[in-house]
């Protein structure tokens, strides 16, 4: 694929980019080694007092960012100002407390005969980001913040459709104050993503992507013991109980598909409604869906902009058109809209079964499917009956259906009454085909680091002396 902006609104290549050569990718790698020898040496004072310029770097650009992102891959204006307030709100998070994050912690030293034993937390190096271009400030973001702040230098490998995106990574962290060369944006193709990790200057990787190239990264990460950190698709479900509030969970789970377009790996996709309240919720699910406002994403009064890519448009068709050639029954949407860009309208599939794609595939759009169910084994079952396992939604104000969904979901995060969403102070990450490490919290800024333990004995004789 080109490195190119070109607007999903109208298709239209705005500006186009020259791939790094091998050649220069080395000499990058090269100065990103360089560059750790010193900055690991910095305190976390110095690295907080930059990652707060960042933040407020962020505030001040804005307006500007959020109309970049707009246009280069089709989130609504308004979904970007969140992002963007969303990425300094993550900067400020670890520059107040990676210290306490990262702090040493004691060990018990008289149980392994030492004067005193604890285990470090310790920068590791380069470490390269593959990043992806549905949220394409927060998710590089939440990578390069912890990073950074944890002593260690980012090479950001981002999507191609989104380059000037990228570039505005890296150069927030040089006005920021951070050293050179300790943030670098690498405008490259993906074949090359297995040169940077092959060279011995990168000492780790983190990818947000699809399952296969999560497998890619991770073959060569392993081939090379390389840690690597990945956050992979989803299809997370969301279960709606008899004690459910049908109206507030029926509202939360339109926004919960069609954020940022409907292209989250942790948007909610299948709607599992228990059979005493389906026709209710369903009527009040469709209704809203019905009522959301597709077109322009740089209008106010717009709710959903166009997919990012042409291609995306074609996948998320044939899942709809395979599900209702096999017996879907389409309650609103279904076809794609005439004109210009990459638009595809709300759409919502009942009497979905195993046999069609869409349940077992990731929808990457607008698309909704519904599902019924008799009890609560069922719904278990049928959250649980996917490839992937990383965000779950429960509805139901039974603390008993809450704990056993809490003990029987096999996902890296449920939400109780609420929709799946990330903070900087919970872990993110998931299990099965969603990948494995964890990014935010105490956990995302430890999974680059090195646990080292330190023992000190007596000093001896001629030492005291």
Same mark, same amino acid.
């Given at each position: 694929?080109?490195?190119?902006?070109?607007?999903?609104?109208?298709?239209?290549?705005?500006?186009?980019?020259?791939?790094?050569?091998?050649?220069?990718?080395?000499?990058?790698?090269?100065?990103?080694?360089?560059?750790?020898?010193?900055?690991?040496?910095?305190?976390?004072?110095?690295?907080?007092?930059?990652?707060?310029?960042?933040?407020?770097?962020?505030?001040?650009?804005?307006?500007?960012?959020?109309?970049?992102?707009?246009?280069?891959?089709?989130?609504?204006?308004?979904?970007?100002?969140?992002?963007?307030?969303?990425?300094?709100?993550?900067?400020?998070?670890?520059?107040?407390?990676?210290?306490?994050?990262?702090?040493?912690?004691? #060990? @018990?030293?008289?149980?392994?005969? !030492? &004067?005193?034993?604890? $285990?470090?937390? =310790?920068?590791? %190096?380069?470490?390269?980001?593959?990043?992806?271009?549905?949220?394409?400030?927060?998710?590089?973001?939440?990578?390069?913040?912890?990073?950074?702040?944890?002593?260690?230098?980012?090479?950001?490998?981002?999507?191609?459709?989104?380059?000037?995106?990228?570039?505005?990574?890296?150069?927030?962290?040089?006005?920021?104050?951070?050293?050179?060369?300790?943030?670098?944006?690498?405008?490259?193709?993906?074949?090359?993503?297995?040169?940077?990790?092959?060279?011995?200057?990168?000492?780790?990787?983190?990818?947000?992507?699809?399952?296969?190239?999560?497998?890619?990264?991770?073959?060569?990460?392993?081939?090379?013991?390389?840690?690597?950190?990945?956050?992979?698709?989803?299809?997370?479900?969301?279960?709606?109980?008899?004690? #459910? @509030?049908?109206?507030?969970?029926? !509202? &939360?789970?339109?926004? $919960?598909?069609? =954020?940022?377009? %409907?292209?989250?790996?942790?948007?909610?996709?299948?709607?599992?409604?228990?059979?005493?309240?389906?026709?209710?919720?369903?009527?009040?699910?469709?209704?809203?869906?019905?009522?959301?406002?597709?077109?322009?994403?740089?209008?106010?009064?717009?709710?959903?902009?166009?997919?990012?890519?042409?291609?995306?448009?074609?996948?998320?068709?044939?899942?709809?058109?395979?599900?209702?050639?096999?017996?879907?029954?389409?309650?609103?949407?279904?076809?794609?809209?005439?004109?210009?860009?990459?638009?595809?309208?709300?759409?919502?599939?009942?009497?979905?079964?195993?046999?069609?794609?869409?349940?077992?595939?990731?929808?990457?759009?607008?698309?909704?499917?519904?599902?019924?169910?008799?009890?609560?084994?069922?719904?278990?079952?049928?959250?649980?009956?996917?490839?992937?396992?990383?965000?779950?939604?429960?509805?139901?104000?039974?603390?008993?259906?809450?704990?056993?969904?809490?003990?029987?979901?096999?996902?890296?995060?449920?939400?109780?009454?609420?929709?799946?969403?990330?903070?900087?102070?919970?872990?993110?990450?998931?299990?099965?085909?969603?990948?494995?490490?964890?990014?935010?919290?105490?956990?995302?800024?430890?999974?680059?680091?090195?646990?080292?333990?330190?023992?000190?004995?007596?000093?001896?004789?001629?030492?005291?002396?």
């Amino acid at each position: 694929m080109a490195i190119a902006t070109v607007n999903p609104t109208t298709g239209e290549t705005l500006k186009t980019f020259e791939a790094l050569g091998d050649a220069e990718i080395r000499d990058r790698i090269a100065r990103a080694a360089a560059a750790f020898t010193s900055y690991r040496l910095t305190t976390f004072e110095q690295r907080a007092g930059w990652m707060r310029a960042a933040a407020d770097l962020l505030d001040a650009d804005s307006e500007q960012l959020a109309q970049l992102m707009t246009t280069e891959m089709g989130k609504t204006v308004k979904a970007a100002r969140a992002e963007v307030a969303k990425c300094a709100a993550g900067c400020r998070f670890y520059a107040d407390h990676a210290a306490e994050f990262l702090a040493d912690e004691p #060990a @018990d030293a008289g149980a392994v005969k !030492a &004067v005193e034993a604890y $285990a470090c937390y =310790q920068p590791m %190096g380069p470490v390269l980001a593959v990043m992806p271009w549905n949220f394409p400030m927060w998710q590089a973001m939440r990578f390069a913040a912890p990073a950074l702040m944890a002593g260690n230098v980012g090479l950001l490998k981002h999507a191609s459709n989104v380059p000037q995106t990228a570039l505005y990574m890296e150069e927030l962290f040089r006005r920021a104050g951070f050293p050179a060369d300790v943030f670098q944006t690498l405008l490259a193709s993906a074949d090359k993503v297995e040169l940077i990790l092959t060279d011995p200057r990168v000492v780790a990787a983190t990818l947000t992507g699809s399952t296969p190239a999560g497998r890619s990264v991770a073959a060569i990460g392993g081939k090379q013991l390389k840690k690597t950190v990945l956050e992979l698709g989803g299809s997370d479900p969301s279960v709606v109980m008899p004690s #459910a @509030d049908l109206a507030k969970s029926a !509202a &939360v789970a339109v926004t $919960a598909r069609v =954020q940022n377009n %409907g292209q989250s790996c942790i948007a909610a996709k299948r709607f599992l409604v228990h059979a005493d309240v389906a026709a209710e919720w369903t009527r009040l699910f469709v209704e809203k869906m019905q009522a959301l406002v597709v077109g322009d994403p740089t209008d106010a009064a717009t709710d959903i902009g166009p997919l990012a890519t042409a291609s995306g448009v074609t996948d998320l068709e044939d899942l709809v058109d395979d599900a209702v050639q096999k017996g879907a029954k389409v309650l609103c949407g279904g076809s794609r809209p005439a004109g210009a860009g990459w638009f595809y309208p709300p759409t919502v599939l009942a009497d979905v079964d195993e046999s069609m794609e869409i349940w077992t595939e990731e929808a990457f759009g607008p698309v909704a499917v519904v599902r019924t169910f008799a009890d609560l084994d069922e719904a278990v079952r049928l959250a649980n009956d996917t490839q992937f396992g990383l965000g779950s939604n429960f509805w139901t104000d039974d603390p008993a259906e809450q704990q056993r969904f809490v003990r029987d979901a096999e996902a890296g995060m449920v939400f109780l009454n609420g929709m799946t969403t990330s903070y900087p102070e919970l872990p993110f990450g998931g299990l099965k085909n969603s990948g494995y490490g964890r990014e935010l919290a105490a956990q995302g800024i430890r999974e680059f680091c090195n646990v080292k333990s330190v023992w000190r004995g007596e000093a001896s004789k001629g030492a005291e002396e």
